[in-house]
């Protein structure tokens, strides 16, 4: 019977024994090569207590939420450990190529990357949202990743670990980089998220209901454009140089500006019809933005 709950992986090993593997050669670090690979039958949904490092070609479809989505040509994704995987109900294609990196954190305890892997956004990223890889860019990652292999297969000592974990943040250097050009290169798409926020927040600064509401916050911005928070501050990170939540205040400033040029409102029921409860939130942020309390705004225009 198939699992309805998501199967909980906990080190390589249990990863070996599934996939019916011989016993990996590092408890800590594997690669594993996805080509003829047999999906254990009964297990749909994993959650991998591991950093999981993958490049795809030939995938079929996959889950995230409720949404599906095809991929036909090579792929690169990030998984951080509690995340879920789900697959096909009819396992992977017959003609999936590719590897998947499985680290676990403790190989990391000590070193550098242990903390500045939190750093990486691509590691909360969706599915839909992998980075696809030019053939030299691919090249180049299945070399460090080959380098990592050569590595934990030799003779271990005292300088394994470095150099492995070295090899590592080289590898996430370049999947930073290659992910500032794909969202320059893919415009039309990552512009078009851009109109639907602009559309989303005037939409929502036009409501008259913000008083129940509040105001609106990044995990409902993303769910309403269909992109992982994550994904989202980065492409905005990259294409406006403001996070998510200082272009909502950007758009609230903007409506707050209105009011007080154009309507007798004090700034109390401004405050109030744009969501906030206390008026000292409104008026500090306001200054923060603007250099001028509310007041002082106003009275620019007499």
């Excluded at 309805?4 to 990863?15: A, D, G, L, M, N």
């Excluded at 591991?50 to 995938?59: A, M």
């Amino acid at each position: 019977m198939a699992h309805s709950t998501p199967y909980r992986i906990k080190s390589i090993t249990e990863i070996h024994r599934l996939m019916g593997l011989a016993k990996p050669q590092h408890p800590l670090i594997g690669l594993i090569n996805l080509a003829g690979l047999q999906a254990h039958e009964s297990i749909k949904v994993v959650c991998f207590d591991l950093y999981v490092i993958s490049l795809k070609r030939n995938c079929d479809k996959l889950h995230y939420g409720q949404q599906r989505y095809d991929f036909d040509e090579g792929l690169m994704a990030f998984m951080s450990p509690g995340q879920l995987l789900r697959g096909e109900e009819d396992g992977p294609s017959q003609n999936l190529e590719g590897w998947m990196l499985f680290i676990h954190p403790d190989f990391l305890w000590n070193t550098i990357l242990a903390k500045k892997i939190k750093q990486y956004d691509f590691f909360d990223y969706a599915t839909h949202e992998a980075l696809f890889l030019s053939d030299k860019e691919e090249t180049l990652i299945n070399g460090i990743v080959e380098n990592i292999k050569n590595e934990y297969e030799s003779n271990i000592d005292k300088f394994s670990q470095d150099i492995i974990v070295s090899h590592l943040e080289t590898l996430l250097n370049y999947a930073e980089r290659f992910y500032q050009r794909q969202f320059i290169t893919r415009k039309k798409s990552n512009h078009q998220i851009l109109d639907r926020l602009e559309t989303l927040l005037s939409d929502y600064f036009n409501d008259d209901d913000l008083i129940s509401k509040g105001l609106p916050t990044v995990q409902y911005i993303s769910e309403h454009l269909l992109v992982s928070p994550s994904y989202l501050r980065g492409l905005l990170k990259s294409l406006t140089g403001q996070s998510t939540q200082q272009l909502i205040h950007e758009k609230l400033i903007e409506k707050a500006k209105e009011k007080l040029s154009t309507t007798d409102l004090t700034v109390s029921e401004i405050a109030y019809e744009l969501g906030f409860e206390h008026l000292q939130s409104f008026s500090k942020l306001f200054k923060t933005k603007t250099q001028l309390s509310p007041l002082e705004f106003r009275q620019s225009f007499n």
